[in-house]
């Protein structure tokens, strides 16, 4: 049974997903002193329930048990009920999760995790059907009861797992060649060996996209000019590109298929896949210049900027999968919504997304999809916009409206990566707005904050958030010459040394040094749809390391990367991040300085060109970069290209520079 309730104190949340709960019958307390004293003081266990606002079970679960007011008065009996987003919090999120993993089971959202009141986990799970997760509830704390000390011996054994280092876990020995060309043909061809040559993607369902895996293959193609590379490249862009996981008419990526053709996606559309996915097809597009990479861009951004940016410039976190209870709702089409449509129109629906009267889905739906090798005509681009505007008057999903640090920096990174491959002066607008929402509204008095609804979050930013403001910090230099952005890149990267890194292992914690202590503190290293924190900073060290002239920063890069570079080369999926990273080391950087007033349009003239080793400096004034500022004396209209200290003659046009370039890549 459910009834109607006052608010609980999630009311008070700036989280979307922690609101979504404030009028549930639970007790909900939000992660803190209070819920963790209230547990140790009450002897009570507490239920840590995990999830996110645009997470399709977690709504159904809420909805089924967190609104039951039966199963709310057992929970708030025997338990101290913590709600929390992993989005705000994932800090404690990946602890928890591993926890579960470690227990054997699946891990995924909703999570539900039951711990002593010290905070160490002892049982948990995913989603549970209400009848399960009542009779749970009662079992748990009767188990609890009864079997302490057995509860407790398992929990402190769980705990001890998770305070070893995955760096610990997955000890290896460098290989005796070291990072060489023959250890990025091993990455390669384990990505070879489980690439799906039929669809695109790994050979896989689910299908995630992945993004970094094929930034490394776009650079491993440029060191090796492997053919298979580019087929690979093309066949998954291609695919993705016209399946249901790309929102055909309104732009946009979602974040995975349930199946292996990229046809049925998960209807939710996060941030940071699509920044992420702006930046692969900006690269691929600047390498290929194929026609239907600059489309997908261009329509990615029109819905960024319709759909998910606030009026400050700040960029919002996810579109729901649901609409009126619904998954997919918005997205799909039954036939009967088409009769705005003339018999031409529906016509060219039926041809080219595959729309049938009965339905290409489940329950008479259509998911539009098409032929990946067919570009939409003109007629189809007008009849999108037509569609569009009928989808509009749907009830839209639900949107988190949270603003995230690290997830805008991403985006940014991705606007800045279209900018200069498409040369479209509004997508570098659209960067540096959301850059200045970051600063006026994410860094208070010299801190970064996680997140930002109405006022930003008292929960300050963690690892990845400061690595990917770096990186587009860094990125937004290379694009605008304004040496200020280079300058705040240099200043957050020798506070996240200060705040994260571990001199003992060399790597960077997930928490700052100042953060409250858990159970567990960890370090990522793995990447998956985003990179791992670790590997955007070391990726970070070593750039900033060439801009700065700063060997420390290089060799501690070098250090991370030696340390993995077994791991990256038999496990390349799970380390993307770290095998583009490795493709940078191997073939080195070239340092391109341009001087005098015709820098910056020099920069948008290298800039179509595909030239993923190189960083490039610029100015017309005083400098503070090393390499920049003895090159400005003359004040002469030069291209300086450098490599490893040394640098070749001054030339005057970019074609020139690019052949010394060409010529020096080894």
């Not at 049925?264 to 996915?277: S, T, V, W």
Request: glycine share 6%.
């Amino acid at each position: 049974m459910t009834s109607s309730h006052p608010t609980n104190r999630l009311a008070h949340a700036t989280s979307p997903y922690l609101l979504q709960h404030a009028q549930n019958p639970v007790d909900w307390f939000e992660w803190g002193n209070e819920a963790l004293t209230k547990a140790k003081q009450e002897d009570k266990p507490i239920l840590l329930s995990i999830g996110y606002s645009s997470c399709h079970w977690c709504h159904v679960m809420a909805h089924e048990s967190f609104e039951n007011d039966d199963i709310a008065q057992l929970m708030n009996e025997y338990f101290v009920c913590i709600k929390l987003d992993r989005e705000e919090r994932p800090d404690i999120d990946h602890i928890y999760m591993e926890a579960v993993q470690a227990m054997g089971q699946n891990g995924g959202w909703p999570l539900n995790v039951f711990l002593t009141p010290d905070q160490k986990p002892f049982f948990g799970g995913t989603y549970f059907p209400p009848k399960n997760w009542a009779q749970l509830i009662v079992q748990i704390n009767k188990a609890f009861r009864e079997k302490r000390n057995e509860i407790n011996e398992s929990a402190n054994d769980l705990s001890k797992h998770l305070a070893i280092s995955d760096l610990q876990r997955f000890k290896n020995v460098p290989p005796a060649n070291g990072l060489d060309r023959t250890a990025l043909d091993a990455m390669h061809q384990v990505i070879e060996s489980r690439f799906d040559f039929t669809e695109g993607g790994l050979d896989k369902a689910p299908k995630f996209i992945m993004p970094s895996i094929w930034l490394f293959l776009l650079r491993y193609y440029q060191i090796r000019k492997n053919p298979k590379s580019l087929e690979i490249l093309h066949l998954t862009l291609k695919k993705i590109a016209a399946g249901g996981i790309y929102d055909q008419i309104g732009g946009g990526f979602a974040r995975y298929s349930v199946d292996g053709q990229w046809f049925a996606p998960h209807f939710e559309k996060m941030l940071y896949d699509n920044g992420q996915l702006l930046s692969l097809y900006a690269e691929a597009y600047r390498l290929t210049k194929e026609p239907a990479y600059a489309r997908v861009i261009r329509e990615t951004v029109a819905w960024l900027q319709r759909d998910m940016t606030s009026t400050e410039g700040g960029f919002y976190s996810a579109l729901d999968a649901d609409s009126e209870g619904e998954e997919g709702k918005f997205y799909t089409w039954q036939y009967d919504e088409l009769k705005e449509l003339t018999a031409e129109e529906i016509q060219l629906l039926t041809d080219f997304y595959q729309v049938t009267p009965e339905g290409n889905w489940e329950h008479g739906k259509n998911i539009l999809i098409r032929e990946s090798e067919i570009e939409p005509t003109p007629a189809l681009l007008q009849l999108n916009e037509k569609l569009l505007t009928i989808r509009n008057k749907k009830i839209k999903p639900g949107l988190d409206d949270k603003i995230l640090m690290g997830w805008n920096a991403m985006t940014i990174q991705g606007l800045v990566d279209a900018y200069r491959s498409l040369g479209e002066d509004h997508y570098l607008e659209l960067a540096e707005r959301a850059i200045q929402f970051i600063e006026q509204h994410l860094i208070v008095g010299g801190k970064l904050h996680r997140s930002f609804k109405r006022t930003h979050s008292t929960t300050t930013a963690f690892i990845d958030d400061h690595a990917f403001l770096i990186q587009a910090y860094t990125s937004l230099y290379q694009a605008t010459q304004k040496e200020y952005y280079l300058i705040e890149a240099k200043k957050w990267c020798e506070e996240t040394i200060r705040l994260f890194y571990d001199e003992a292992e060399g790597f960077f914690y997930f928490n700052s040094h100042e953060a409250e202590s858990l159970i567990a503190r960890k370090k990522e290293v793995f990447d998956n749809v985003i990179p791992s924190s670790n590997s955007v900073m070391a990726r970070n060290l070593f750039h900033l390391g060439i801009f700065w002239d700063n060997e420390k920063w290089k060799d501690m890069a070098s250090q991370m990367m030696q340390r993995l570079i077994s791991l990256t080369q038999s496990e390349p999926i799970y380390m993307c991040h770290w095998a583009v990273l490795a493709t940078e080391m191997t073939n080195g950087m070239d340092e391109v300085v341009m001087t005098g007033t015709k820098s910056l349009g020099r920069q948008k003239e290298f800039d179509q060109s595909y030239l993923p080793f190189a960083l490039f400096m610029g100015g017309n004034g005083t400098s503070k970069l090393p390499l920049v500022a003895d090159k400005l004396v003359a004040l002469r209209e030069e291209i300086f290209v450098c490599y490893n200290k040394t640098c070749q003659l001054p030339v005057t046009r970019v074609p020139d520079a690019i052949a010394q370039i060409v010529s020096q890549q080894k």
